[in-house]
């Protein structure tokens, strides 16, 4: 089975431009996440889908991030434009399901994570 | 404060020690604790998880947490140049109706042959 892909693995643009992070998550998994590590710092949260609603998006930085994912497969995130402070690794992951109960974690809800996308914006 | 503290390393050890890697934390709200490891140019992958405080053991891996120093940690026993790569912690924690996982920084290990 495949797991999470992400494309392109590496991304090098100008300050100002648009790039757009491509994630196909693996198939059956109704939850995606995105993730960002700056350099030095931990992977922290973005946002995540349930299919194609945004469940959670209080981890995007600002305006200049959209995430879609049309028909809750794939998931694309575009920044536009691009800043320097946006170079980083951004993680993708996806997982089968989230228990409604008070318990979260991992088990049936384990998030694997893709190899990540690294942007540089120069 | 950052809610999770992670010591980067890096941390360099013969084959064969018994490495230990730590996360403090300052959430109670934290429910799973986690332990990922993470090769150059990859994702993280889950290698343990646990939910109460005592150790937990899987092969050469031992998880151990302890809720009311709110500590975790990670121990890897006749340790290999294949450990080599980073170990993240993370832990869940449920805010607006869905679950985060909010990491460490991550240690960076070296093991020596």
């Known amino acids: 089975e495949a797991g999470v892909t992400q494309f392109p693995s590496h991304s090098v643009i100008e300050k100002g431009q648009t790039v757009t992070l491509r994630c196909d998550p693996i198939?059956?998994?109704?939850?995606l996440y995105w993730y960002r590590r700056v350099m030095g710092k931990e992977i922290k949260f973005l946002l995540h889908?349930?299919?194609?609603?945004?469940?959670?998006e209080s981890g995007m930085p600002n305006n200049r991030f959209l995430a879609e994912r049309t028909g809750g497969t794939y998931s694309t995130l575009k920044v536009q434009p691009a800043e320097l402070e946006d170079s980083g690794v951004y993680f993708c992951?996806?997982?089968?399901?989230?228990?409604?109960?008070?318990?979260?974690?991992?088990?049936?809800?384990?998030?694997?994570f893709g190899p990540g996308t690294r942007l540089t914006v120069l | 404060q950052k809610e999770v503290e992670q010591d980067p390393g890096p941390l360099s050890v013969p084959e064969g020690a018994i490495v230990s890697l730590n996360c403090t934390y300052s959430n109670s709200a934290f429910q799973y604790f986690m332990w990922y490891r993470q090769y150059s140019r990859k994702g993280p992958e889950l290698l343990m998880y646990?939910?109460?405080?005592g150790n937990k053991e899987d092969g050469r891996f031992t998880a151990q947490v302890d809720k009311s120093s709110k500590y975790i940690s990670l121990f890897i026993r006749d340790s290999q140049p294949s450990d080599s790569a980073t170990y993240l912690c993370?832990?869940?924690?449920?805010?607006?109706?869905?679950?985060?996982?909010?990491f460490g920084t991550g240690t960076r290990l070296k093991v020596l042959a």
């Open positions: 993370a832990m869940t924690l449920i805010t607006s109706g869905t679950y985060k996982y909010i």
């Open positions: 198939s059956g998994h109704d939850n």
């Open positions: 992951a996806s997982s089968l399901a989230v228990i409604a109960s008070g318990r979260a974690g991992p088990g049936g809800n384990e998030q694997f």
């Open positions: 889908f349930v299919k194609e609603s945004k469940q959670d």
């Open positions: 646990t939910y109460s405080s």
